[in-house]
């Protein structure tokens, strides 16, 4: 349930300056591309998520996997009682986990809805009309003072 959260997320609200949706590779969907990019640190996405939460949530997965290692050594060893003691340990961390992204991406949704992001191009002002007199009227200067110094007159 969580990676359709996730995804869901993304889809909403992952957009790039010009309100297009965040683009990748075309076998990965957007959770696998942030993933990506947490892990690998390489892509130029937009960040949706404070920094604190997403490595909050990487130590979570990162506990899950050493859990889940644990649980296969105990498991080539035929250790079955302490198998199944560690595998409730972990299927009761990764439904904390699941509650842990669900809040995240509630709070995070929450947060977004008091604003509304409007993607329009920028209006010309009369300031670049200043700056294009100025250029000109130095154009114009530096002339006179070339056609005024010229040695062949």
Known sequence: MSIQAVQ???????K???GEPVKGKK?????????????????????PF???LVERLEKYLDNLEEQLVDLSSLLYDHRLEDAHLNSTGIFQSSVFTQQYVDHVLTSEREKM?????EYRYPVQSSQNFIYAGILLAGFFVYFLVIFFSSPER
């Open 8 to 14: 869901s997320f993304a889809t909403e609200h992952l």
């Open 16 to 18: 790039t300056p010009v």
């Open 27 to 47: 076998n990965m969907s957007r959770t696998e591309l942030w993933l990506e990019k947490f892990y690998k640190k390489t892509t130029n996405l937009p960040e």
């Open 50 to 52: 404070p920094h604190e």
């Open 113 to 117: 809805k008091c604003c509304n992001i």
